[in-house]
């Protein structure tokens, strides 16, 4: 099932719950509304040295390739492997499938509409980049207007992923102090995205989630409900950013 129909089916969920469901902006790619986004200038550009061969469908930039080892994704037009590569995932919006759903406790979460090996690309996270200072200004305005919901992400010293109110289906991913995913950053095409990654087999049903704590960025505390062995007892408690 194709990104599309999922989409489709939150826009059926929320006509059939208009007072609950979740109102935002649904973006398939990061929005940069306080910058330009990056051109890719030719000598920054990272060619590995992968060749397909026919009889080893591996060779076609998987793991051995130097590009997927330092979470680089190939550039098209510059990859020897073309349409063989298999390093442009982001690019392609490669996601595993995935279903909305309301959970008892915890809101809006998301299932996993497939098995999902460990290690596999399951969606990335998107939302609107903005600057540092911009991130501390919506997550005080967020905390002034009682939005207990706010989706700030880390994306790298100067920069942050606001999800809020514009965002992919990511943003309903729970926390879990012992989740069964996780962030990765990628660069791609001269740009740092963000994807969530299975760390361990998924079976088909089960609700995905990552540690909040190693990317939340601030605001109001909220109680962890994740109940997990060992849980940290509130989202942010060990989070980078700034401490509430």
């Known amino acids: 099932r194709s990104c599309c129909s999922t989409v489709q089916e939150l826009v059926s969920q929320m006509e059939e719950e208009p007072t609950e469901a979740p109102l935002y902006i649904h973006i398939e790619t990061n929005d940069f509304s306080y910058r330009r986004h990056k051109r890719q200038k030719e000598e920054d550009i990272a060619v590995c040295e992968c060749q397909y061969d026919l009889m080893d469908p591996d060779s076609a930039c998987g793991e051995r390739c130097w590009n997927v080892s330092t979470n680089t994704e190939c550039t098209p037009g510059y990859c020897r492997c073309g349409v ?86 990511a943003r309903f991913i729970n926390h879990s102090c012992q989740p069964n995913c996780e962030t990765r950053k990628w660069t791609v095409l001269g740009e740092v995205r963000v994807g969530i990654f299975a760390k361990q087999d998924i079976p088909i049903g089960t609700e995905l989630s990552y540690d909040y704590n190693f990317e939340w960025f601030g605001g109001v505390m909220v109680r962890c409900l994740c109940g997990a062995t060992g849980c940290s007892g509130f989202l942010g408690a060990k989070s980078r950013g700034f401490q509430v």
Do not use: H, M, P
Request: aromatic residues 12%; glycine residues 6%.
């Open 84 to 169: 063989y590569c298999k390093n442009q995932r982001f690019q392609k919006s490669q996601y595993a499938r995935t279903r909305l759903v309301k959970t008892e406790r915890r809101g809006w979460g998301l299932l996993a509409d497939e098995n999902i090996t460990a290690g596999q690309f399951v969606i990335e996270y998107c939302g609107e980049v903005i600057s540092w200072k911009e991130a501390k200004r919506r997550s005080q305005t967020y905390e002034d207007q009682g939005l207990t919901e706010s989706y700030i992400i880390y994306l790298n010293a100067d920069e942050s992923i606001d999800a809020t109110k514009k965002g992919s289906l």
